[in-house]
């Protein structure tokens, strides 16, 4: 009888512990989906950190020359990573350089051209229209009979006349030099001379003029005094049309300006090719991944390295629907990682995706015949100790807004 009851009392025990291990199993199943509540204000996420990656790519295709760093090493904003080959671009650039100097030349000729042109033109008008004055007017003293302001004045105009010649002559000089520099024309000289033989003419005809009111005119000084003035009315329209020719040497200036500028621009394109051909950091971090080796043929756009960013991470998880209302963009929550056993991470609720999550797994509750609606919620890390690849758990319990 004592066997007996000792028997069923220990069938008793059995079933008692195989039930405290049923209730164990369940609860560790319940728990094992991601999310765990550890207390009735806790909500624990699990999730992974990741951290900003940076692809270091060559903007021209090349042969890398030299590798400067290698996986694992840590690098600064600028430091210089590889240099890739640049013989062809430096013979480039002494060929842009050369085309510089040649374009820089022919405008500096063509703008002084211009110059000599605009003088020259502006002297011949100046000149004619003083012929012409003078001429007009010793016309109208041998026409109308002269008296003896008109003596005087016919004298003027033979000073006039005078510093006219002067004017060409000195015109015809300036020329003349800059035709045996090479800066002038055959047919800028032509016309410079032409002008200047009209002003020597001029003074002959004043001269004539001031004879012929002195000694009174004659129907034949009368015809020969109107013949000066159609001349000089002649000389004007002609120095009027060389305005053409300055209008054309204007045109040669904006031209050899713009082959100019067009020269420099390669240039410009050149040095900056050189320039690229040294491939630098573009941020602090870590050398995660180095593509290429010494002597590799690379193409533009092609990433040679990449920069992992320690202190730029984060961590995505995803909260249920029930529990996404209670997260607030800001707030801040309390991070842990079984790497750092003894240690509480500070993260930031950076964002919210509106957009949910179908997750596979189905519901608990009394919506049993839905899937499970999630969001994806980004917790702002910035803490170099997680590294990408760590396993993390946020916990969103008693957690604010940051202030």
């Known amino acids: 009888m004592i ?25 560790l199943s319940g728990c094992s989906n991601g999310a765990k509540t550890s207390s009735s204000n806790s909500y624990l996420i699990d999730g992974v950190v990741e951290n900003q990656e940076v692809d270091v790519a060559s903007k021209l295709p090349g042969r890398i020359e030299t590798v400067k760093v290698k996986e694992g090493d840590t690098v600064k904003a600028g430091q210089v990573l590889a240099y890739m080959e640049i013989k062809e671009l430096q013979d480039k650039e002494k060929q842009a350089e050369a ?41 109208n003293k041998v026409k ?56 020597s003419d001029d003074v002959h005809y004043a001269e004539e003029a001031l004879s012929l009111i002195q000694e009174g005119a004659q129907p034949e000084d009368i015809k020969a005094a109107a013949a000066a003035v159609e001349q000089a009315k002649a000389a004007i329209m002609k120095a009027e049309a060389g305005k053409l020719q300055t209008a054309i040497a204007g045109d040669a200036v904006k031209m050899a300006e713009a082959n100019l500028n067009a020269a420099k621009a390669a240039l410009d394109e050149v040095k900056a090719n050189i320039e690229d051909a040294t491939i630098k950091a573009p941020c602090d971090g870590i050398i995660t991944v180095k593509n290429v080796e010494e002597g590799e043929i690379v193409s533009a756009g092609t990433p040679i390295f990449t920069i992992q960013q320690p202190k730029d991470n984060w961590v995505n998880v995803k909260v249920k629907e029930t529990q996404v209302g209670k997260i607030k963009v800001g707030q801040k929550v ?13 993260g930031v609720v950076e964002s919210i995706n509106e957009k949910p999550d179908y997750a596979a797994q189905r519901s608990t ?39």
């Open 365 to 403: 509750n009394e919506r049993d015949d839905k899937d499970i609606v999630a969001y994806n919620v980004k917790v702002r890390l910035n803490n170099e100790k997680l590294k990408a690849g760590m396993s993390v758990t946020v916990d969103f319990s008693g957690s604010k807004e940051e202030k």
């Open 3 to 27: 066997k007996s009851n000792f028997s069923l009392a220990k069938n008793k025990t059995s079933i008692y512990f195989l039930i405290l291990v049923l209730i164990y199993s369940l609860v």
């Open 334 to 346: 309390k991070v842990t990682s079984a790497d750092f056993p003894k240690e509480v991470f500070t």
């Open 99 to 139: 085309a510089v100097e040649a374009a820089q030349a022919q405008y500096n000729n063509a703008k002084d051209t211009y110059q000599l042109q605009q003088k020259v033109n502006d002297a011949d008008i100046q000149a004619a229209q003083a012929a012409l004055d003078q001429a007009t007017a010793q016309y």
């Open 144 to 199: 109308n009979g002269a008296r003896s302001q008109e003596i005087e004045q016919a004298k003027a105009k033979l000073d006039e006349a005078k510093a006219a010649l002067d004017v060409a002559e000195k015109s015809y000089q300036r020329t003349s030099q800059l035709f045996e520099a090479g800066a002038a024309s055959q047919q800028t000289l032509d016309e410079v001379k032409a002008k200047y033989q009209a002003a």
